[in-house]
């Protein structure tokens, strides 16, 4: 996401507020140095007291009007708990969690940032909404189990592997890379790829924590809780599955019905070249009308949501 207005002076801010000694996220390639230094950075964030609702008004406001660093970095670390919890949820998608946190940690700045205190919502609504955004973008730029649109053989092996895997066990089968290349008929080496990552395990927040064991990196985050926040996303995810919908349903065209439902919302979408043979144009022409599906649908959310949502947490560029 791009800011058009003021680039440099923001971009200035926002090297102010980082330079400060936010607590360091370092990784390991060593899986117990890896969860350990996880439990570290846990734990070192708790020392930075969460805000009541007139404290934050108050700090944010004043931030609002001074862009103070100091202001912003208070800011910042109090909701650093927030980019913890929305990390680990998409934990499957990487066994590095720490990366998932520095992401999460600079969609947090830019929020701090660009936070209007007017607009009557908490800080952690509208931060949430950046922070998600820089940790999907990350995904999608980093790692290659998620960039379903890389080849045909990887959509094909990721959204098929755990099955035939599960179909060769029950027929006895030693599920190995290869066997399961020739059934899928894509590479082994594809196969072997995405098998290494999709292996890696997964980071529980009930698993334990620290040396000892004695907590939960559940318990951990205690205190984090916000009831209103839970309700008010809950109630946002809601719309926007009513304007997915209503969008879809506006769409006349069987070709832009078909791209819409069959490519944009797929979890295993049909390539472009499929869609052009299927009407009769080129690999270009779908992926021009695939484009203009996209502005429309983008022009749609900001009419019915609003720009500033669209451009925080639906739409990408």
């Not at 230094?37 to 004043?62: F, G, V």
């Not at 980019?83 to 969690?97: D, N």
């Not at 499929?274 to 484009?291: K, L």
Request: glycine share 4%; no cysteine.
């Amino acid at each position: 996401m791009k800011d058009d207005d003021s680039d440099v002076l923001e971009q200035e801010e926002t090297e102010k507020i980082e330079k400060r000694q936010l607590p360091a996220v370092t990784d390991s390639s060593d899986k117990e140095t890896s969860v350990d230094l996880l439990y570290r950075y846990i734990r070192d964030i708790q020392r930075h007291p969460l805000l009541t609702p007139e404290e934050e008004l108050s700090l944010t406001t004043e931030f609002a009007e001074t862009q103070d660093p100091a202001i912003g970095y208070h800011l910042v670390a109090a909701n650093l708990r927030l980019v913890v919890k929305i990390a680990m949820e998409y934990r499957s998608f990487t066994g590095q969690v720490l990366d998932l946190i520095q992401e999460g940690n600079i969609g947090l700045v830019q929020a701090v940032r660009r936070f209007d205190p007017l607009r009557g919502v908490r800080l952690s609504h509208y931060a949430q909404y950046w922070i998600r955004s820089y940790i999907i973008y990350y995904l999608l730029n980093n790692h290659r189990m998620v960039k379903l649109g890389t080849t045909q053989a990887q959509r094909k092996v990721f959204f098929n592997l755990r099955k035939e895997r599960q179909r060769l066990k029950n027929m006895g089968f030693d599920p190995t890379a290869k066997l399961i290349a020739q059934n899928l008929s894509v590479p082994e080496d594809t196969v072997k790829e995405m098998m290494e990552r999709m292996d890696q395990p997964d980071l529980y927040l009930d698993a334990p924590a620290g040396p000892e064991g004695k907590t939960t990196y559940l318990a951990t985050m205690a205190g984090d809780s916000d009831p209103e926040a839970e309700v008010t996303a809950a109630h946002i995810g809601s719309r926007i599955k009513e304007k997915i919908q209503e969008f879809g349903d506006s769409l006349t065209s069987e070709r832009d019905r078909l791209i819409w439902e069959k490519r944009l919302l797929s979890d295993d979408p049909i390539t472009l070249q499929e869609i052009g043979e299927e009407f009769g144009v080129s690999r270009e022409r779908a992926r021009q009308i695939e484009e203009r599906i996209k502005k429309r649908f983008k022009a749609f959310l900001k009419d019915e949501l609003g720009d500033d949502f669209v451009q925080t947490q639906v739409l990408r560029d």
